[in-house]
């Protein structure tokens, strides 16, 4: 299984982007799909993610409203719409999976992880 995020860059605080996560090497309809980041001297955090079964999507609440995490072509393709970016949105973005996922969706938990895509929101 890989996953390869992209999308990433540098825009203005209120600004939107859409990171895109590229997964190959199965199927993945039994994985739950997320986003996390991690901003520098901080720990990994939980962004967003779509359950395995039923496409329910959860949000933290720091982002809830402004980011949108959405799927196509049987979750081999996993999107984060991020708008009305702040400043604290600046971070590295990862999309990671987990097998059956849908319940805690932490870090430690999570089966599989992609590269990260930089995320730097100025004010």
């Known amino acids: 299984v890989q996953l390869q995020a992209s999308g990433g860059g540098l825009v203005q605080a209120g600004d939107s982007l859409r990171l895109s996560c590229a997964a190959s090497?199965?199927?993945?309809?039994?994985?739950?799909m997320g986003w996390f980041r991690q901003a520098p001297g901080k720990k990994r955090e939980f962004v967003a993610a779509v359950r395995w079964s039923g496409g329910r999507t959860v949000y933290a609440d720091s982002v809830k409203g402004r980011f949108t995490i959405s799927t196509e072509d049987g979750k081999t393709t996993v999107y984060l719409q991020m708008n009305s970016l702040r400043p604290e949105d600046t971070a590295v973005y990862y999309c990671?999976?987990?097998?059956?996922?849908?319940?805690?969706?932490?870090?430690?938990?999570?089966?599989?992880w992609g590269r990260g895509t930089l995320v730097t929101v100025s004010s």
């Open positions: 990671a999976a987990e097998l059956y996922g849908g319940s805690t969706w932490s870090p430690s938990a999570m089966d599989y």
């Open positions: 090497g199965g199927s993945f309809a039994r994985y739950g």
